[in-house]
């Protein structure tokens, strides 16, 4: 396991941008794929992106596509997910998750943080 910390977070108005950081605890994070997730009051955990351990295979939700950019610095201990053109739509906690074996979905990742809140004005 590892332990994950976000930061990052805030308000920011409607086309700007933010990039929230998960930094990580634990020598073998290298061996971890990541994925960030949000979810709004009363929604669901929702995927937005994830990221193998390598960097080399990376995958988006349709929603945030062409708008967000997943990314890693093995060195760092830390995954970065840029967000740029951000709406109101976008508005919630983000969270950075770990796992092995990572998906697209909540329930395949043992490690999360304690996540990090944006909000989007339009």
């Known amino acids: 396991q590892v332990q994950l910390v976000e930061s990052g977070g805030g308000l920011v108005q409607a086309g700007g941008s933010l990039r929230l950081s998960c930094a990580a605890s634990?020598?073998?994070?290298?061996?971890?794929?990541v994925a960030w997730f949000r979810q709004a009051p009363g929604k669901e955990r929702e995927f937005v992106a994830v990221?193998?351990?390598?960097?080399?295979?990376?995958y988006y939700a349709d929603s945030v596509k062409g708008r967000f950019t997943i990314s890693r610095d093995n060195a760092k201990n830390t995954v970065y997910l840029q967000m740029n053109s951000l709406k109101p739509e976008d508005t919630a906690v983000y969270y950075c998750?770990?796992?092995?074996?990572?998906?697209?979905?909540?329930?395949?990742?043992?490690?999360w943080g304690q996540g990090t809140q944006v909000t989007v004005s339009s």
């Open positions: 998750a770990a796992s092995k074996s990572p998906t697209t979905r909540p329930s395949n990742f043992g490690s």
């Open positions: 634990g020598r073998t994070f290298s061996s971890y794929g």
């Open positions: 990221v193998n351990w390598s960097g080399g295979s990376i």
